[in-house]
């Protein structure tokens, strides 16, 4: 019996719902609103004592003091392996090349002798980063949320992952040396709903946020839900997924490797292969079971591969595929593909595009210089990943002389008149004569 089912949408018609042909894992928010509410109120009423045992409650560790000292901090940046220190520079140095080429300049439109309006680009005052630290300690989303975030000119950065009985009660000390290595110097040991709260409402030593982003499990995710609007969010990310678009020339191995890496982490996360080859379907089925048996996370994988969210869809020619995985609107989308660079600039709905055979989610996940914070279930139809725009907002500024007032007065009098407002049009007249 095969790892993961098959999906035959070969004889499909235009009536099918390719979105709905390819479903995802149960991941439901609605239903964990009531009790991510509750945690949300103890915070924001009991403040530290409700964060303090919550931590003891979930993580298994009471932390009286939820800050992490600087020192701590140094000591693990002091103690990291160099060759986790040098791919964490590497990463750094190139997330942070890409992010400078995403820093919008103000945009200045002059629509008259004295009349100019400025699009400026502000960035976000302070912000609140979450690190999961669940099931892997992510350092990796310490850089991702970071570095953009620098770069963008935020001037105040507090970052949260879950406590570690591992390691005391205090956060996984990779995540503190990534954090020394980037200079951010405000970390609390707070993980799920309460972390977001936390940020949310100023509990204890931590002042609010005006912005939080990141990843997180479904309590994570359903306290950002709730709490938006009290804060910004960057999006609702649920488990991963990977999709890959392929034809005959595919490597098998190397499709089932990528399927694997992101069924290793959760197993909730989704992995689906869409394909004209079945010839390419039963050998990546082959590898599945070879390689997967190798691994180090066997029951995870399996469960994931397993779960309705992942499959091989077949379908009858990459035209119909495209349709398939611009449906579908992957978190990672791989193309493995002849012509993978032609296919993959047809592609509109995905969070980040991976081109041909060397060009893994992996890469993306650590070392291309792309942010691997992306929207999944189906929101990069709407949403894109977390970039330096996140941590900016618009701002309009408008400058207008007497003589361009007067100039275009009459229309906003009439316009006003129009909409039955005549203190708008008053506040022009008493500036302007008629």
């Not at 003891?56 to 009286?64: A, I, K, L, S, T």
């Not at 995403?102 to 502000?122: F, I, N, Y």
């Not at 205090?170 to 503190?176: D, Q, R």
């Not at 992306?374 to 929101?379: H, K, S």
Request: a negative charge; hydrophobic letters at 45%.
């Amino acid at each position: 019996m095969s790892l993961i089912r098959r999906i035959d949408l070969r004889d499909a018609d235009s009536s099918v719902d390719y979105r709905a042909a390819v479903p995802r894992a149960d991941f439901d928010i609605e239903a964990a609103v009531p009790a991510v509410h509750a945690i949300c109120e103890e915070v924001r009423t009991r403040g530290l004592d409700a964060i303090v045992e919550f931590g003891e409650r979930f993580d298994g560790v009471r932390v009286d003091d939820i800050r992490v000292a600087p020192e701590v901090m140094q000591a693990a940046l002091d103690n990291l392996d160099p060759d986790i220190r040098a791919g964490l520079e590497e990463s750094i140095r190139r997330l942070r090349a890409t992010c400078a080429n995403e820093v919008e300049q103000d945009a200045v439109t002059d629509l008259g002798p004295g009349a100019r309006v400025t699009h400026r680009k502000v960035p976000v005052g302070r912000v609140g980063l979450y690190v999961p630290g669940g099931l892997a300690p992510l350092v990796s989303s310490v850089l991702m949320n970071v570095v953009p975030a620098q770069t963008a000119g935020v001037e105040s950065i507090a970052l949260a992952s879950p406590p570690q009985k591992e390691f005391g009660g205090s956060v996984h000390p990779t995540i503190l040396a990534a954090c020394a290595l980037l200079g951010v110097e405000e970390v609390y040991a707070v993980g799920g709903a309460q972390a977001i709260a936390m940020f949310a409402y100023g509990v204890g030593p931590c002042q609010r946020v005006d912005l939080v982003t990141g990843p997180g499990n479904i309590w994570v995710v359903t306290a950002k839900r709730i709490l938006k609007g009290q804060i910004g969010i960057d999006s609702e990310a649920g488990p991963t997924e990977i999709a890959i678009l392929a034809d005959d020339t595919g490597n098998a191995a190397y499709v089932a490797a990528d399927l694997i890496s992101q069924a290793e982490h959760d197993p909730l996360a989704a992995s689906v292969l869409v394909t004209t080859s079945e010839r390419l379907a039963a050998d990546v089925e082959h590898e599945l079971e070879q390689q997967v048996a190798a691994t180090k996370h066997t029951d995870r994988i399996t469960t994931s591969l397993g779960g309705r969210q992942s499959g091989i869809v077949l379908v009858r020619d990459l035209e119909q595929g495209l349709d398939v995985v611009n449906a579908y609107a992957a978190e990672h989308l791989e193309i493995h593909t002849e012509d993978a660079a032609d296919w993959a600039a047809r592609v509109r709905n995905a969070g980040a595009i991976f081109v041909g055979p060397y060009a893994p989610v992996s890469l993306g996940d650590y070392c291309a210089g792309s942010n691997h914070v992306l929207p999944t279930a189906g929101c990069a139809c709407h949403s894109s990943g977390l970039s330096v725009r996140a941590f900016t907002k618009s701002v309009h500024v408008i400058d207008y002389s007497a003589a361009a007032l007067d100039e275009v007065a009459g229309h906003v009098v009439t316009l006003a008149e129009a909409e039955d407002l005549p203190g708008h049009g008053a506040a022009i007249t008493v500036r302007v004569a008629r």
